[in-house]
């Protein structure tokens, strides 16, 4: 079955370091990978996705994340973080059920 | 309005109530999805609809019962909750259901059951 782990509910950078948020996730498929960011009071929306083709996925705001297969992880990278970029983030993968797995989510905090 | 619309944004009810949620899309999208969101947990589809028939029903308790009028509504009907119900429940559409659709959210209802 797909899972989806997120390493850490609460990731904490200071403004200008770099932003780290990893997924690891386990498929039997060649999986569909997506981030999503949540911004307080709101739903959520779409980062970036991997379906084919190059590895590394370039998303907005900035955001980018490398698809490994060898290592089944979906990392989520900003160079330089903003004030802007304090919310929750989700990883998901594709189900075999054609419906979305998805992590429990990393509380991005900014330190000014 | 523009993309998905929750309302209400709150509710309060009693155990014994009778409740509906409401979400509409304005994207021309033809599916549409229920979401569970409960602090540090992962996102629970409970309903899925792909042009107004519900495709996917993950294992709900019937004192959740969704109503898909047509492609832009979607209903979920409350009763008889129990306080662990208590959550942000999720409205979302995509073009279709397939997996590799990006969904668009609603802000959510804060649902609060006493």
């Known amino acids: 079955a797909q899972s989806v782990t997120q390493l850490g509910s609460h990731v904490s950078v200071s403004e200008g370091a770099l932003v780290l948020l990893r997924c690891n996730y386990s498929?039997?498929?060649?999986?569909?990978l997506f981030w999503y960011v949540q911004y307080p009071n709101q739903g959520l929306q779409l980062l970036l996705k991997?379906?084919?083709?190059a590895t590394l996925v370039k998303g907005i705001n900035g955001f980018e994340a490398e698809f490994k297969k060898s290592e089944t992880s979906f990392h989520l990278t900003k160079p330089s973080a903003h004030m802007s970029d304090a919310a929750e983030y989700f990883c998901a993968v594709s189900g075999s059920n054609y419906q979305l797995i998805w992590g429990a989510g990393t509380k991005l905090i900014i330190k000014p | 309005e523009t993309g998905v619309t929750q309302t209400p944004r709150h509710l309060v009810m009693g155990m014994t109530n009778k409740k509906s949620l409401k979400c509409e899309q304005h994207?021309?999208?033809?599916?549409m999805y229920w979401y569970k969101q409960s602090a540090k947990k992962p996102l629970e589809l409970m309903f899925v609809?792909?042009?107004?028939?519900?495709?996917e029903n993950n294992s709900v308790p019937s004192r959740f019962s969704p109503e898909c009028p047509n492609s832009s509504h979607l209903f979920l009907h409350l009763h008889t909750l129990q306080p662990e119900d208590s959550a942000l429940y999720l409205c979302?559409?995509?073009?279709?259901?397939?997996?590799?659709?990006?969904?668009?959210f609603g802000p959510g209802t804060r649902l609060t059951v006493l």
């Open positions: 498929s039997s498929v060649p999986p569909y």
């Open positions: 979302a559409s995509s073009l279709t259901s397939g997996v590799y659709n990006e969904q668009f």
């Open positions: 609809y792909n042009f107004k028939e519900q495709t």
């Open positions: 991997y379906t084919t083709g």
């Open positions: 994207l021309g999208h033809n599916a």
